[in-house]
């Protein structure tokens, strides 16, 4: 039996996209993002996957390096793309050493998202 345990939170920042067609991305914007990540795991002796209160202070450490940044900045990101964007997070989160199922990150006034199942 698989068990789930999903977190989602929101994130301001800004970037530019110079190897785009398009030029309005070329100039610097910014966009409202949500990410929602889904943990796969087993129930512990607690009765639960993960300690929420760990999940909450992994957000808490997502948001403090995201929230208000420029995204071309971060270079571990490469080109921020949503994509990009989605595999640097997942990175992110496994290098806490939670078993990450599956990451989306939207942006939701542009009606676009990325999903990474794994």
């Known amino acids: 039996m698989h068990r789930y345990l999903t977190k989602s939170f ?14 309005r991305n070329n100039n610097l914007h910014g966009h409202s993002f949500h990410v929602e990540f889904t943990l796969k795991g087993n129930i512990n002796e607690n009765g639960m996957i993960i300690d929420l ?7 808490i450490k997502l948001k403090k390096q995201l929230d ?3 995204l071309n900045d971060i270079s571990d990101i490469g080109v921020p793309t949503l994509e990009n964007l989605g595999n640097y997070i997942w990175k992110l989160i496994k290098k806490e050493n939670f078993k990450v199922y599956r ?4 942006r939701k006034t542009c009606n676009e998202s990325y999903i ?3």
């Open 53 to 59: 209160t760990e999940l909450n202070n992994l957000v």
């Open 116 to 118: 990474l199942e794994l």
């Open 10 to 23: 929101t994130f301001e920042a800004a970037h530019s996209l110079s190897n785009t067609k398009e030029t």
């Open 103 to 106: 990451i989306q990150v939207s």
């Open 68 to 70: 208000h940044s420029y």
